[in-house]
């Protein structure tokens, strides 16, 4: 008995041990992350071996603790930022343009888009889209939707490369961006081409840990639909391969050259997958040449130019203003120090996806134009680090190291309450412009210029936009089919203006003019026959109605 008894406190002490030794453990890791990390899942230097995950184990993802409840709620705000007042602005220009071409069959969908400077696959969503109707609400629903979904995605690529706490911080962030709701809520491909970028980074990070043949397959998908939505899309796919080759693979000089694969079987997958990728796009090459040599070629007159890039650009991705936020700026840069000196392989990753599109686009602002909404693929990667960056700050003003297990307990409590405070600043500075945006008219007033010509013009009259191609928003709203006017969508030249009022006499012209035309006529020659022979109307938010 007393044997058996010495055994049991020998088991019991060694139980004891491992207790204490786990404990200890814990508590040391605790307090080294810190600054490194404040978050329950800490991304390592080293991608983990082979875990065998499943699409049951992304769902988990999602459902751990409290994380499920604050991300759902996070959700429902996003949700609610882009469906409210969905259908309020008029379609502008590029919004007519989306369905115009969406309203062809397929066929001649992917044929139109030979020519237009977008490739053909959001029209392809948006043409099945419009079997339940035109409505400005309607045809901007593809984009609330790949809105909303972008958050999720959000989540997980932050908590891969970081942790559970930049995942909440980024989905949040991602939520009240002005620049995502905008273009949530607008007729074009930008929000999906955000979301298939943030869905490629994910399947591919998580590829390239788990080694698992379906998140490649979800690698391929989501990166040859993101080429296929806009061309800026082909960015993200050389950053990927970059990063997987300097990563995965080892190479040693010395009398000869060895090169060494840390997974054979993941490379052999990588290198199927990106050989797919590459057979799916050779469609688009050519014409993704073509396209270029033809916007580079001609004069610059609209879009950022270099002197202002940057600054705009950060402007946009923050605050959707003019001036960048200090507070975004700071805390992004800290964000990026934070995983320079912690996080490396995460931080190339998301340095290649920010910084190299941005230099690209900056040298070919100078040659063609270049507009911050091409750039919003990149907008996830900016609020990443700027999670990163909170959790950072939350971690040095509250440091952990040394302290007993109780002043440990509270000062975790004082690093979420710093986290809840910076959010909350980010709630205030985010207030305004989210309030401006949903009370003041953010496009031209086709609506209103085509309820203004309904009530002013007579059988005979003729109606021109300037430039020509802003007869596609007007006609949109504007119906001449039983009134008697006409429209003309061709009128570059004072010659041609002139010819156009001979023509029409006695009856009169509308001359409906846009800021555009200062892009399509940069000499100023439409305007200074106007002002010649034409009298100002009325204006409505942006439109100048002018009349013979």
Request: contains cysteine; aromatic residues 12%.
């Amino acid at each position: 008995m007393a044997s058996r008894a010495n055994t049991k406190a020998k088991g019991q002490k060694k139980k004891m041990s491992k207790v204490t030794s786990v404990n200890d453990t814990k508590s040391s890791k605790i307090q080294d992350n810190s600054i490194s990390n404040t978050s329950e899942h800490t991304a390592t230097s080293e991608f983990p071996k082979d875990k065998g995950i499943s699409v049951s184990g992304v769902i988990q993802e999602f459902t751990s603790r409290t994380d499920l409840k604050i991300l759902a709620l996070i959700f429902v705000l996003a949700t609610f930022l882009r469906v409210y007042q969905l259908g309020m602005e008029c379609i502008w220009l590029d919004e007519a343009t989306s369905i115009l071409i969406s309203e062809k069959d397929l066929f001649e969908i992917i044929r139109t888009t030979k020519s237009d400077v977008h490739p053909a696959f959001y029209y392809i969503v948006l043409h099945f889209m419009t079997w339940f109707g035109q409505s400005e609400f309607m045809v901007r629903v593809p984009s609330m939707i790949f809105g909303i979904l972008s958050i999720p995605f959000m989540y997980l690529v932050s908590k891969r490369l970081f942790g559970v706490k930049e995942g909440l911080i980024s989905s949040f962030l991602l939520s009240i961006s002005l620049m995502h709701i905008y273009y949530s809520q607008e007729a074009r491909m930008y929000s999906l081409l955000a979301f298939l970028v943030l869905a490629s980074i994910y399947f591919f990070y998580s590829a390239v840990e788990e080694s698992k043949t379906w998140l490649w397959l979800g690698f391929i998908i989501s990166t040859t639909l993101g080429i296929y939505t806009h061309y800026f899309g082909f960015f993200i796919f050389p950053i990927e391969i970059t990063f997987y080759v300097l990563t995965q693979i080892s190479i040693n000089g010395g009398s000869a050259l060895n090169i060494k694969f840390k997974d054979l079987r993941n490379v052999k997958l990588f290198g199927a997958s990106t050989a797919i990728i590459i057979f799916l796009i050779i469609p688009r090459i050519q014409v993704f040449i073509d396209q270029a040599a033809s916007r580079v070629g001609g004069e610059v007159t609209w879009g950022i130019g270099q002197s202002n890039f940057v600054g705009i650009l950060l402007a946009r991705f923050s605050t959707f203003s003019m001036t960048p936020s200090t507070t975004f700026l700071l805390l992004f840069i800290i964000g990026i120090v934070a995983s320079i000196i912690h996080n490396k392989k995460q931080m190339f990753l998301l340095g290649m996806w920010f910084v190299l599109p941005i230099m690209v686009s900056y040298y070919l602002a100078a040659l063609m134009p270049i507009q911050p909404r091409y750039l919003i693929f990149i907008l996830p990667a900016f609020l990443i680090l700027i999670s990163r960056g909170v959790t950072a700050t939350a971690g040095l003003l509250s440091l952990t190291n040394g302290l007993s297990k109780t002043k440990l307990h509270a000062a975790q409590k004082n690093q979420s309450f710093i986290i809840l405070g910076i959010i909350l600043l980010f709630c205030v500075i985010s207030f305004n412009p989210i309030q401006n945006y949903y009370t003041t008219s953010q496009k031209n007033d086709w609506r209103g210029t085509a309820d203004y010509l309904e009530s002013r013009t007579q059988s005979g009259d003729v109606i021109v936009p300037l430039p020509g191609y802003m007869g596609k928003p007007l006609e949109y709203y504007y119906d001449n089919s039983t009134d008697g006017t006409s429209i003309i969508g061709v009128a570059n030249t004072p010659e041609a203006l002139d010819e156009i009022v001979a023509n029409t006499k006695p009856n009169k012209v509308y001359f409906v003019m846009t800021g555009d035309i200062n892009a399509a006529d940069p000499r100023g020659n439409v305007i200074g026959w106007l002002q010649n022979n034409a009298r100002l109307e009325t204006t409505i938010t942006g439109i100048y109605i002018l009349s013979t």
